[in-house]
C-alpha cells in the first residue's frame, strides 16, 4: 500500500525556519519524482516543489530562495526545508508522488504568525 506520512510542521514567528519531512512506503522511492504541495485555509492545493530521481529541483516563485527540497533515497525521505517564513506560507503541507500527485496523506500544519 502507497503510503505517505508528513511531520515536521508546528506554529513558528515570521522570518523563522522548519524542516518537514515525509515518509514514503509501498512504491519504489528511487526513481520516483517527489513534490510538496499546500493548502492554506480557504484555496485550493497550490504546488511548492518538485524533486527528480537525479536530484534537479524546481520552485514556485512563491518560495524560491527561502525553501529548498532534498530527499534521501536510502531512508525513503523527502525534506522541505523552509527558512525565511512568512504568514502567507501558512497551510498544511503535503507530499505528493509526481509533479501533480494528490495528497495522501494527513499532511502537517504549519502556521506562521506573531
Known amino acids: 500500500e502507497v503510503q505517505l506520512v508528513e511531520s515536521g510542521g508546528g506554529l513558528v514567528q515570521p522570518g523563522g525556519s522548519l524542516r518537514l519531512s515525509c515518509a514514503a512506503f509501498?512504491?519504489?522511492?528511487?526513481?520516483?519524482?517527489m513534490s510538496w504541495a499546500r493548502q492554506a485555509p480557504g484555496k485550493g492545493l497550490e504546488w511548492v516543489s518538485t524533486?527528480?530521481?537525479?536530484?534537479?529541483?524546481y520552485y514556485a516563485d512563491s518560495v524560491k530562495g527561502r525553501f529548498t527540497i532534498s530527499r534521501d533515497n536510502a531512508k525513503k525521505r523527502v525534506y522541505l526545508q523552509m527558512n525565511s517564513l512568512k504568514p502567507e506560507d501558512t497551510a498544511v503541507y503535503y507530499c505528493?508522488?509526481?509533479?501533480?500527485?494528490?495528497?495522501r496523506g494527513q499532511g502537517t500544519q504549519v502556521t506562521v504568525s506573531s
Open positions: 505528493t508522488i509526481g509533479r501533480d500527485g494528490p495528497p
Open positions: 509501498g512504491f519504489t522511492f528511487s526513481i520516483s519524482v
Open positions: 524533486i527528480y530521481s537525479i536530484g534537479s529541483t
